[in-house]
């Protein structure tokens, strides 16, 4: 166990060296709006209202994204439980990075495979949030929303996604949890 603990300070101590803890200046807040366009960057600034279940299921249906003029776009965004901490963005995009290269080596697809994307970290209400956007994937749909499901199901960090292919309405993709005990 202390092996294991000197590692992850190893790691962390790494990581806050490489990359050090300065925010991203491209970083941006993801608010479930009724066209998912990027809110304001300003630091002071607050979201007007916290999103609820209920009003992203809304907005969801009735989504109309910003990068799916020709509906070629796939866009996923994963929702961590990290708290969101302009100190920890780097950290956090690098843990998250390396959990899908965990994911890749797992299901021995890589990421890549699915076409040239974008990726940018970003706030979805207190946590941090990834957003990788496919320009020319739509042909890649089901194999896209399988990745990402298992993503959201194997990631010890990632609570849930939102999947949109083409010009369809974004699926909320969950941890499957247990009721039953024992």
Request: proline share 5%; net charge neutral; glycine share 2%.
């Amino acid at each position: 166990m202390a092996s294991l603990r000197n590692v992850f300070v190893a790691s962390a101590l790494y990581f806050w060296t490489v990359f050090g803890c300065q925010p991203p200046t491209n970083t941006r807040t993801l608010t479930m709006t009724s066209t998912m366009a990027p809110s304001s960057s300003k630091p002071d600034e607050k979201p007007q209202h916290e999103n609820s279940h209920d009003e992203a299921v809304h907005v969801a249906k009735n989504f109309v994204s910003y990068f799916n003029e020709n509906c070629k776009t796939v866009k996923i965004s994963v929702i961590t439980k990290e708290p969101y901490s302009d100190d920890t963005v780097r950290l956090n995009a690098e843990r998250l990075k390396q959990e899908v290269v965990l994911l890749e080596a797992f299901t021995q697809v890589k990421l890549s495979s699915f076409g040239e994307y974008k990726s940018e970290p970003l706030k979805f209400n207190k946590f941090f949030a990834n957003e990788f956007v496919f320009v020319n994937a739509a042909n890649e749909c089901a194999a896209l929303k399988d990745f990402t499901t298992k993503a959201v199901s194997f990631s010890p960090t990632i609570e849930k996604a939102y999947f949109s292919c083409g010009c369809e309405a974004p699926v909320e993709i969950s941890k499957v949890r247990s009721t039953s005990s024992f």
